[in-house]
T-cell receptor, first 114, second 113 residues
């Protein structure tokens, strides 16, 4: 099976702009989660989508939003970018069947805000 | 709130040395436990997982971890490390029906040839 894919791999944006990141999960996986990875804060959970519904949300401001499509692909949007949003954004997919929560990660999108 | 602590920030070992990386979590209910590895320039890969049953779990590449419920610990071990094990290792937990992973800060392992 193909792994989790994320596009684009690298992005450079200016403060105040908005950005949309895309994630395609492993075929058959219905759950997609997003994480932010920074040197200072480590890996932090943003949100999880399952069957097009947000199931869980981390402690991030409302500028961070996401959605999931009927084919399980997911997008994450960050509006009004700040310098502190520079990070590696990771997408993970999971079969999310009962009792099975392992997540498989994509390569990430490296976002730099200048 | 759930949290995960990894005791060592950076571990340096010589090849063939034994490895043990500490991980403690705080959560009072049923947990699922994971170790992920991030090799230089690569994405996070699942090393091993514990859901229930035998508290000693074996993963890929000769790694194993032991779940000790009374100590809220899930330490990662390998009897003999190789240079190719140089990577960053992350312990993570999910609790109850929550699917989101709570990660530790990670431990960088450097193995000298």
């Amino acid at each position: 099976k193909a792994g989790v894919t994320q596009t684009p791999r690298y992005l450079i944006k200016t403060r105040g702009q908005q950005v949309t990141l895309s994630c395609s999960p492993i075929s058959g996986h219905r759950s997609v989660s997003w994480y932010q990875q920074t040197p200072g804060q480590g890996l932090q959970f943003l949100f999880e989508y399952f069957s097009e519904t947000q199931r869980n949300k981390g402690n991030f401001p409302g500028r961070f939003s996401g959605r999931q499509f009927s084919n399980s692909r997911s997008e994450m949007n960050v509006s009004t970018l700040e310098l502190g949003d520079s990070a590696l954004y990771l997408c993970a997919s999971s079969p999310r069947t009962s009792g099975t929560y392992e997540q498989y990660f994509g390569p990430g999108t490296r976002l730099t805000v200048t | 709130a759930q949290s995960v602590s990894q005791h060592n920030h950076h571990v340096i070992l010589s090849e063939a040395a034994s490895l043990e990386l500490g991980c403690n979590y705080s959560y009072g209910g049923t947990v699922n436990l994971f170790w992920y590895v991030q090799y230089p320039g690569q994405h996070l890969q699942l090393l091993l997982k514990y859901f229930s049953g035998d508290p000693l779990v074996k993963g890929i590449k000769g790694f194993e971890a032991e779940f000790i419920k009374s100590k809220f610990s899930f330490n990662l071990r390998k009897p003999s490390v190789q240079w190719s094990d140089t990577a960053e290792y992350f312990c993570a937990v999910t609790g109850g029906s929550q699917g989101n992973l709570i990660f530790g800060k990670g431990t960088k392992l450097s193995v000298k040839p």
